[in-house]
């Protein structure tokens, strides 16, 4: 499969992954997102976790952070398909 590599798409899809960054941060007032993160997937946060999240990451499938402690994820991480408790 060949990948389109237009300046015009490629605008498109980053308003679109700053939107879905925007949005799960404003649903998630213990969440903070980074410029550049990319939710490809879904993102679902349970409990009082305190989640950071660094730029240029991305998530992919579902992931799901549950838990009363806090998280760091690092810069350029891919999640795919993650659980990740944290007490």
Same mark, same amino acid.
């Given at each position: 499969?060949?990948? %389109? /590599? ?11 992954f ?8 404003f ?8 410029k ?5 997937? &879904? ?9 950071? %999240? ?13 838990? &009363?402690?806090?998280?760091? %994820?690092? &810069? /350029?991480?891919?999640? /795919?398909?993650?659980? %990740?408790?944290?007490?």
């Amino acid at each position: 499969m060949q990948q %389109i /590599n237009h300046p015009f798409f490629t605008f498109l899809a980053n308003l679109y992954f700053e939107a879905k960054r925007l949005y799960y941060q404003f649903r998630y007032p213990n969440l903070t997102l980074a410029k550049g993160v990319q939710i490809k997937g &879904s993102l679902e946060v349970a409990g009082s976790v305190k989640v950071v %999240i660094g730029s240029g990451s991305r998530l992919g499938k579902e992931v799901f952070i549950y838990g &009363s402690g806090e998280v760091t %994820i690092g &810069s /350029n991480v891919l999640l /795919n398909g993650s659980c %990740i408790g944290c007490e």
